[in-house]
């Protein structure tokens, strides 16, 4: 069965430090995806990134980086130069070329001016 | 363009009643997926669409009944609903598997529904 943790239930970052958000996985699969999930309190789940588990290099969009360590089963969020309008609830998710998602049970990240 | 729209925003409906939720997307997405999400826990799947039909229903009581029109739409047909299915119900579309890059789901705002 396939499992995500994310261990920090909530974190707290400066305006314009960078923070690292936790995620570890659990799969047999060799092939997989990882996503990661920006819900603000509207309630959107808006998407930040995405890491295939045979890419070489670790996925970077903008401000957001994944730090992808494939033998510890790892894929952590760097969010460098927070912004207060990172304040939300962050979820990591797993899929193994199906069309179901597994998400985590998220980190609520707090920036403060 | 990434977006995909609900229908309405907030719902508010009574357990006798009968109602439907709607998702649109114009991204040529050919999967279509309906979540649930509790407050402060994680979305929970409960239907998928891959080409206009049915492909995952993970056990979902009946009273929920999803339909999909076309390629571009979603319903999520709600009849005779328990308090406890309060909840947001988000929408959300992808490439679907068969994607050859990266098959990310893009999710609606959600619907957020009370049932009193």
């Known amino acids: 069965a396939q499992k995500i943790t994310q261990t920090q239930p909530g974190m707290f970052v400066q305006e314009k430090e960078a923070v690292t958000l936790d995620c570890t996985y659990d799969?047999?699969?060799?092939?997989?995806?990882l996503f990661w999930y920006k819900q603000p309190s509207s309630g959107e789940m808006i998407f930040l990134i995405y890491q295939g588990s045979y890419d070489q290099q670790n996925a970077t969009e903008g401000r957001y980086s994944l730090n992808f360590q494939k033998a510890r089963k790892s894929a952590n969020l760097v969010i460098s130069a927070s912004q207060l309008g990172d304040s939300a609830m962050y979820f990591c998710?797993?899929?193994?070329?199906?069309?179901?998602?597994?998400f985590g049970t998220g980190t609520r990240l707090q920036v403060f001016p | 363009d990434t977006e995909v729209t609900q229908t309405p925003k907030h719902l508010v409906m009574g357990m006798t009643n009968k109602k439907s939720l709607k998702c649109e997307q114009h991204?040529?997405?050919?999967?279509m997926y309906w979540y649930k999400q509790k407050a402060k826990k994680p979305p929970e799947l409960m239907f998928v669409?891959?080409?206009?039909?049915?492909?995952i229903n993970e056990s979902v009581p009946s009273r929920f009944s999803p339909e999909c029109p076309n390629s571009s739409l979603l319903n999520l047909h709600l009849h005779a609903l328990q308090p406890e299915d309060s909840a947001l119900y988000l929408c959300a579309s992808s490439q679907g598997k068969w994607a050859t890059n990266s098959y990310e789901q893009y999710f609606g705002p959600g619907t957020r529904l009370t049932v009193t």
């Open positions: 991204m040529g997405h050919r999967a």
């Open positions: 998710a797993i899929s193994h070329n199906t069309d179901k998602l597994i």
């Open positions: 669409y891959s080409y206009e039909k049915l492909s």
């Open positions: 799969t047999s699969d060799p092939s997989y995806g």
